[in-house]
């Protein structure tokens, strides 16, 4: 093995190391602990770094390792996995800072840390996955993580969401693996290949492989939460603020979008996808999941759960980018893929702050909050900008190019309206909680608080992740043409896809 | 000769077979244990019959050991009766 | 000679273990029958063996025919009385 | 053709059966005991009815050996089996 | 290397000798002995790797007249699997029994039990194996007993009767086969069998018995009473390698010796059987109320996993996918093996320690006993079958069987029983992550913590991640 | 000698024989179960001896009848009278329940068909001309064997491995029995009458084991026979009271119990050494190895029996005690 092989092993092992090590640490061992979270995260950030350049110059960065005759674990980098990879690592940097903020004097932060880096670990080798048995095997390591995450707090209701959590993921992770078994068994091992590998395979598997597409999709589908498989998503709402974060952002919904992405193009082809007739009914469910889910976001009081319905309904635009026919609706999705993860977080983060800071979880109880907490406010207004499309924040851009492609692909006469209906919902469930934070009047005394103001208006590590994100989120949408933006990024990635 | 031990040999069958009944019969252990002991006697004789019969001088030794052992036999039915008075 | 002999005592064997095994058959109570047992078929294996040594060519053949016979004189023996006081021990009981 | 070898042969099965019929419908547990030793009988009696080879022929010593360890295992399990019941009767008189 | 078999089975009996004569240092001489029979597995596993598979005729008389010892890549990898749990209980259990009175009862019975495995999986000849089988019996059910209770010595009684039960007829099948081929070799049979009565109701007879022992549905009624009050280092033996044991006997008689004989329609009874084990073995698993009972009866559903292969593998052609089917039942087998046993020791610990193993009232236990909760859920990953368990690999393959021989019942029974497996196992860790006020506590691995630990993980980790080579090995046969 | 004629002799002792075992089996009474079937192994015995198997009948004699009866009485012993019937066997009334006639008869008829198939497999196989292949290479072999008896040299040499573990199982057996404590306590002191028969039964049987070892080299008899032997001599005076029964103490005891094993492992390990092969002994030693080894394993097998017999370990009751302290103490928690 040359370095060339190595190195996707070292971006997983930059976080599952520490993570191990951190498992054992004692309580008390508060400075060990974040230096090896922080030191294995900026690694990560270094080794990516070297990555994105590689993989821009089409080196080849694959590892493989024999599990069994015809099962090779593979790890190998191409553009829509440094984009996933990249995404992770940046935020996970951002996140690991926000929960030693979160989790300072907190019991079991060994613990949590170590599943905290498992999790990023399993997520990374995931987005790295050259194979899709590769990818089933990570796609279960990250149930398996974040099962104990969600769990954490150790409360009957914490025990109870991950008990929902579980029962959703473990299922749908035995659709995916039985379709990934059987799809093994008719085409082999089932390499990511841009273009896909089926379109090959004689016209009489086509039936079956229309019952896989199904499978894998299922399978996919709750974890990324589409609609009826979401449940579990507002019960996980239990978890600490970061893991939240961390969940709809990056790791669990984002994986299931991924997978969803995979499999379309790179284990069946875009083309081949339609052909089989399969792409029309991804993209109707996924609008039935963006509509629904923005319509519930509507009627919840409690914020962390107007984020995870919204989480529900932000997230299938990956998978509507996904069923949209030809480059640009493709580099819709992708991008989006990115640009939900950076938005979602700073909300996440943002609401954290709000609970930790002032005991705020009521969407009721945040009157004039902005003027209390003005950084923090201001985060989450340009995510929540974004997040209903309005330029130039990051979320426009995803907009504009799915519409795009709708249009390019024939699709406009459905795509346009749930685009439209969305971005109306998003803003009439987001636009509220900004005039209350902005322009209401504040109560006579917050719920409950914990930190008073001094230097700043909480704690600086609390601060400064969401200011850091959603600045991220920003510079996305205004320096989208800019090179290994995100944007430019999927460009490349949809023009590898469709060969162009 | 051998007709004789032949006769012989079936002769005790029918001894046995008349033993067995009291043992299926009872009523009480004590009969039972009783044929029990008729059979290993019987069962002797007809050891020693066979060995001639069959020419296998070794079942006469088997016939000792039957004989020896039907006395520990009957010593552990009995004791076991016994040590139950106290 | 010899042949006749071993015949006539391996017959009346025979006819003292069925008449022992008619005896513990018919006989109406587990004292009368051990009479039976110890008295007709002891006699019975005697003869027998008897008879069966006549019929041998080894003496150690016959010593141990001899043994197996006084064995089961005295086992039969103090079975038959154990079993007697322990059946009586019960009645005594009852 | 009614052999002797045929006839121990058939009996052995029957002996078989009625030593698993006894081992699974007796309630207690000696007498189970007693069924499965009557099993093993039944099937030691297979296996010298199969070393038997006819009048005056020497049988194969094989399946003699064979039931010789045969016999000395069953009776090791039969002990222990017993040591077992023995001590569980005692703790029932006990309660 | 064909030393190393001998000493497979002469060591730990030596030490069984050892043990019983010097009492008071029976530990050492019990650890000692334990170790010098692991490093003579590795060795016959290396030995066999390298120079294929291995015979040695007992007393240099020929095969047939006398015994011979085989050993091939499943015998190998099963032994080693033995030595590694067995040494690896051993360790727990010189922690476990405080009286030097246990101590001397336990240690002759344990080494005796681990000869009877080495002999077992070793044996080349029919009649010894019941004798192997007699051994494993009763030396597992004098272990068995050692838990002192009433329930203990109960549910002992009822599987010895079992056990025998299952030896008779196994011996019934022994006597109809030399009386119908008039030789007791495994590896000379198969070239004289044939489709017919005899090897017919000989195969019956012998895989009845066997599967008394192995506890396939319905079947398995002794063992959940009997592993769950048994001591924790002997219910983790009996679990993990002793039903095991008997399971190997089915496969070698199934897929070696009377290949030509076995019919699908019997390979689909054993998988019909095998899939009402998962199912009702986990079912029953999710509704016991003891952490012992539930590893009791998880172990007959786990069980019933690996028959669900046989239909498989005798509807596969041979070749390379029926090779990698088989591959896959093995590693299920091993995987299960050494998570079974992290399990029960884990759960010996928490035993100990909470005084109980009463799953409601396990709340906090992931902060009491961190070490061991993290035991138990890698032992959960294995006995699910997620990755990177070797349970995943032997999942795979069966789906992969079940899918490449459209038998879709075994796949839909294999899937259900995944599901159900981790109902049961994350019931567990719920309680175990429950809420309960307990003080931060540096995580200590306790010396007796350890073994379940490293079993565990390498049921979890280790034989997922490096599990290649089993394959290969299996292609070594006799 | 015309077979035919022991046709009605075989069919009667077949009959008997079948007639025992269900009767010992259809009874629910245990006491005479366990009379029904010691006169069972009584006529096995003689089966053995005219299938030609005296070495299998002196075992039979040795074990069926004598001490198997023993053990399985001592075992009834444990049950008050009357009481067998109520807790022991709560469901003793199964006839009376239809489900469980339902299961009776289902039983019994698998039963059947297991006795039918067993016997067409059977005749499938005796049908065939008998396989003597095995058998020549036994005689071939004897001579090289060190014994004349061709059993003794199965056992002893050829199948010597089987032997070996055999005795593993006795020593697992007498120590799973140990495992389970205290022994009973001991018999009443016997009367005159019984001490009589005491006084030669125990010598005459010592000699007899004596001899059935001595004899096993060339004649039917052997260690499992004469140890059996020696036990029964042991039980006979532990019928007659005494508790020690001329059992050694604590580590000669153990040896005893080891004996078989050890020396058995030792010969074998000792020729491993000497660079031949496990068990194989050197043609010229093998009489003198195997008498030694059978020696050994007499011993075994007469303490192991004996133990069995008893119920448990036969000394040091205080140990025992403080041992089962500990134990419920360790339950407790």
Known sequence: ?500 | MTELLLLSATGLMLSLFLGLLRVLLGPSAGDRMLATQLIGTVGVGMLLVLSVLLDEPALIDVALLLALLAAVAAAAFTGQQEARHD | MINLASSILILAGLFFYLAGSIGLLRLPDLYTRLHALTKADNLGLGLLAAGLALHSQHLLTSLKLLLIWLAVLAASATSAHLIARQARRQETRR | MLTAQVLYGLTACVIVALGLRGALLHASLLQRVVAINVMGAGVFMLLIAVAYRGPGLPPDPLPHALVLTGIVVAVSATALALALARRLHAEQDND | MTDAMIGLVALPLTGAVATLLLPRSATVVAIGAGLATTIAAALLLFGVANQGALHYEMGGWSTGLGITLRADGLSALLLMMTSLVALAASVYASAYFSAASERARFWPLWLLLWTSLNALFLSGDLFNLYVTLELLGLSAVALATLGGKRAAAEAALRYLLVGLLGSMLFLAGVSLIYAGYGTLDLATLPRVVEPGPIAWTALAMMTTGLLLKTALFPLHFWLPPAHASAPAPVSAVLSALVVKAAFYLVLRLWLDVFANVVTPVAANLLGLLGACAVLWGSWRALQAERLKLLAAWSTVAQLGYLFLFFPLLLALPPGPTRDLAAGGLVMLALTHGFAKAGLFLAIGVIQQRCGHDTIRDLDGTAQHLPATTFAIALAGVALIGLPPSGAFLGKWQLLAGAVETGQWLWLVVTATGSLLAAAYIFRVLGHAFGHQPYPNQPVTVAREEWPALLLTAMAALVLGLGGAPVWKLLEIGT | MNTTNLLVFDGLLLFSIVGLAWASLATTDERRSVILFMAFGLVLAVAWGRLLAPDVALAEAAIGAGLSGALLLAAVRKQSPGSSHTHANPDRNYSESGAKVVLQWLVTLLCAALAGTLAWALLHALSSAPHDTLPRAISDNLVASGVSNPVTAVLLNFRAYDTLLELAVLLTAVLGIFSLGQTTPGYQPAGPVFDGLVRWLVPVLILTAGYLLWVGAHAPGGAFQAGATLAAAGVVLRLTGRSRIGLPDGFVLRIIMAAGVGVFLLVGLTLLLLGRPFLGYPPAWAGALILLIETAAMLSIAATLLLAFVGGQPQSTAVNAAANRQREENSRC
């Open chain 1, 1 to 500: 093995m040359n370095w060339d092989a190595w190195l996707p092993v070292l971006v997983v092992a930059s976080s599952l190391l520490p993570g191990l090590v951190i498992f054992f640490l004692r309580e008390g061992s508060h400075r060990l602990r974040t230096a090896l979270n922080l030191v294995g995260a900026i690694l990560k950030l270094v080794l990516v770094g070297i990555l994105i350049w590689g993989v821009f110059h089409e080196h080849v960065y694959e590892s493989r390792w024999t599990l069994a005759p015809g099962l090779d674990l593979v790890l190998h980098a191409d553009t829509l996995s440094v984009l996933f990879v990249t995404l992770s690592t940046v935020l996970w940097l951002v996140t690991t800072v926000y929960a030693i903020g979160y989790l300072e004097n907190a019991p079991h932060r060994s613990r949590f840390f170590g599943f905290f880096s498992l999790c990023v670990s399993a997520t990374v080798g995931l987005a790295l996955a050259g194979n899709l048995f590769t990818f089933v095997i990570f796609y279960e390591l990250l149930t398996l993580s974040t099962y104990p995450l969600i769990a954490h707090r150790g409360t009957p209701e914490a025990v109870r969401g991950a008990r929902i959590y579980l029962a959703y993921t473990l299922g749908g992770g035995m659709l995916l693996l039985i379709g990934t078994v059987w799809l093994h068994v008719l085409a082999g091992p089932t390499a990511f290949v841009e273009g896909g590998i089926l379109g090959r395979l004689p016209a009489e598997y086509h039936p079956q492989l229309k019952v896989i597409f199904l499978l894998l999709i299922i399978g996919l589908g709750v974890k990324a939460a589409l609609v009826p498989l979401h449940g579990w998503l507002p019960q996980a709402m239990v978890a600490p603020a970061p893991v939240s974060a961390l969940l709809h952002a990056v790791a669990v919904v984002k994986a299931g979008a991924f997978g969803i992405v995979r499999v379309v193009y790179d284990v069946y082809g875009v083309n081949f996808t339609d052909q089989l007739g399969l792409l029309t009914g991804l993209g109707i469910a996924a609008a039935i999941t963006i509509v629904y889910g923005s319509i519930k976001a509507l009627f919840q009081d409690n914020l962390k759960k107007r984020l995870a319905y919204s989480t529900v309904s932000q997230v299938s635009y990956i998978a509507l980018g996904t069923a949209i026919l030809g480059p640009i609706g493709t580099i819709g999705g992708i991008v989006h893929l990115v640009h939900q993860g950076i938005m979602k977080i700073t909300l996440f983060f943002t609401a954290g702050n709000y609970a930790e800071t002032l005991g705020i979880h009521k969407v009721s109880e945040m009157n004039g909050v902005g003027r209390r907490m003005p950084a923090t406010t201001l985060a989450f207004s340009v995510a929540a900008l974004g997040m209903i499309g309005v330029p130039p924040v990051a979320g426009f851009v995803s907009k504009w190019y799915l519409g795009l492609g709708a249009l390019e692909a024939g699709m406009a006469a459905w795509v346009m309206p749930v685009l439209i209906i969305s971005s109306v919902l998003n803003a009439a469930y987001f636009l509220p909680v900004l005039y209350r934070a902005w322009f209401r009047e504040p109560g006579p005394a917050w719920p409950a608080e914990h930190i008073p103001a001094a230097r700043f208006e909480t704690s600086a590590a609390l601060l400064w992740p969401p200011v850091v994100t959603a600045t991220l989120a920003l510079a996305a949408g205004l320096f989208a043409a800019a090179p290994y933006s995100p944007l430019e990024w999927a460009t490349l990635i949809a023009h590898r896809e469709y060969g162009l």
